[in-house]
């Protein structure tokens, strides 16, 4: 996927570096870093990857927060450095399979370079692509489909109808949305924001990541509904600027 605009190509000048996003030979998953000593992947739940990872060729929504996986390195003692259109608290932490997690968050558009150094020096570095959306496409997904973040086959419309179901269950349908831009899709990881406008007696969302309930408001590019009672609600989506009413008629 081309991320290089003639605008990222003067940014990365100004901060030498790279101008476009680096083409992985890592079989897709993962992007080597600047020393060739690590490998790094964006860790996101709509990454398809082995290791549930995008490489660092998959462009960023402004306004993202997500963590990068790093391999081969000693996490211990390990601090970051941001710069460019990226930010953190310079703080990483070991994961279970001792992998270094580094938490970001995209502030702008362009090139964003995250920097590793211990005790010894200088580790290793690998820039992320952080892009504007400009465009917000929302609907239903039918949970079993295959599913990433370009979202391939969300149902797109103003309306969508979701069956009632019994309970505290969650629909076999998520809500979500594409962002993108005049160049294509964008990962937005947790940058949409979801609430209930109205009709909250009959359906509840929540998000998809662990010790979440159901209620009036949510994040991600996708989320879990509760379409209790037949009616209809107005859900709306919120990335930046850009908004999307969405009316949910739950149906017998």
Do not use: K
């Not at 239903?140 to 179901?165: C, H, K, M, N, T």
């Not at 909250?200 to 998809?208: A, D, G, K, Q, V």
């Amino acid at each position: 996927m081309r991320v290089c605009t003639q605008r990222l190509v003067l940014v990365a000048a100004l901060l030498g570096v790279a101008a476009c996003a680096p083409t992985s030979d890592l079989g897709g998953d993962w992007t080597r870093g600047e020393r060739g000593i690590t490998r790094w992947q964006i860790d996101d739940g709509l990454c398809p990857g082995i290791g549930g990872g995008c490489s660092f060729d998959v462009p960023i929504a402004v306004g993202a927060s997500v963590e990068l996986e790093v391999d081969g390195i000693d996490g211990v003692a390990v601090t970051a450095e941001f710069t460019g259109g990226i930010a953190g608290n310079g703080r990483v932490r070991v994961d279970d399979d001792s992998n270094t997690i580094v938490p970001i968050r995209v502030v702008s558009e362009g090139p964003g370079r995250t920097a590793l150094s211990d005790t010894s020096g200088f580790l290793d570095a690998a820039t992320v692509y952080g892009r504007q959306p400009t465009r917000l496409d929302c609907g239903r997904y039918e949970i079993g489909r295959s599913i990433d973040w370009r979202l391939r086959e969300l149902e797109i419309g103003d309306a969508v109808e979701l069956p009632v179901v019994t309970g505290s269950a969650s629909s076999d349908y998520v809500l979500a949305c594409r962002a993108s831009d005049a160049e294509g899709p964008i990962l937005s990881a947790d940058a949409i924001a979801w609430t209930v406008v109205s009709g909250s007696e009959n359906l509840r969302i929540r998000s998809t990541g662990l010790f979440t309930s159901f209620g009036t408001s949510a994040s991600g590019a996708r989320i879990n509904v509760n379409p209790q009672a037949v009616g209809d609600a107005v859900v709306r989506a919120t990335l930046g600027a850009l908004s999307r009413d969405l009316t949910v008629h739950v149906v017998p």
